[in-house]
T-cell receptor, first 116, second 109 residues
């Protein structure tokens, strides 16, 4: 089956610093990638949708200057949390879609970000 | 607007059967997904329905009625490891997933 990796799995950073999270589709070309955030005991919240080679589309309320997304290739997307604050601490999950068949999204294992 | 409804929490007994319902109102329909999510982990795919009827896959089955905007996930022979959140998601006309809030399933011995 399709595999999506995410790195790092856990990261702790100091307030004011930036953190980059990588999402890779290992055995398929991901035309579209999605970034989600999930706070404890809450459902997934879509942050943005990105297509290879074009600017990401951000959901309402998500600051595009704070959460920088780069979909550099058909197998790699990155999310950079800039000037992180403790309230950015969350579980960040990426998913990738091949845009064929029934358009299933394959999820990465997630990244637990803690901002101190 | 678009809306997915599913119960917040359900409790069932090990070895029993449980049905998790999902109703939806979306802009267009390109299929309904069920995902399982254990605490602290990413969602994993369980099933996909785009036509009316029942899809069976081992202990898990999923049903869809497009005319009623309704689906359910049926879990048989429940095991303790089935304790997780179950997420219903509908793909709309733009091929975007609209997510339900998830149903937390608690399995008791």
């Amino acid at each position: 089956g399709a595999v999506v990796s995410q790195h790092p799995s856990r990261v702790i950073c100091k307030s004011g610093t930036s953190v980059k999270i990588e999402c890779r589709s290992l055995d398929f070309q991901a035309t579209t990638m999605f970034w989600y955030r999930q706070f404890p005991k809450q459902s997934l919240m879509l942050m943005a949708t990105s297509n290879e080679g074009s600017k990401a589309t951000y959901e309402q309320g998500v600051e595009k200057d704070k959460f920088l997304i780069n979909h550099a290739s058909l197998t790699l997307s990155t999310l950079t949390v800039t000037s992180a604050h403790p309230e950015d601490s969350s579980f960040y999950i990426c998913s990738a879609r091949e845009d064929s068949g029934y358009y299933e999204q394959y999820f990465g294992p997630g990244t637990r970000l803690t901002v101190t | 607007g678009q809306n997915i409804d599913q119960p917040t929490e359900m409790t069932a007994t090990e070895g029993a059967i449980v049905q998790i319902n999902c109703t939806y109102q979306t802009s267009g329909f390109n299929g309904l997904f069920w995902y399982q999510q254990h605490a602290g982990e990413a969602p994993t795919f369980l099933s996909y329905n785009v036509l009316d009827g029942l899809e069976e896959k081992g202990r898990f089955s999923s049903f869809l009625s497009r005319s009623k905007g309704y689906s359910y996930l049926l879990l048989k022979e429940l095991q303790m490891k089935d304790s997780a959140s179950y997420l219903c998601a509908v793909m709309d006309s733009n091929y975007q997933l609209i997510w339900g809030a998830g149903t937390k399933l608690i399995i008791k011995p």
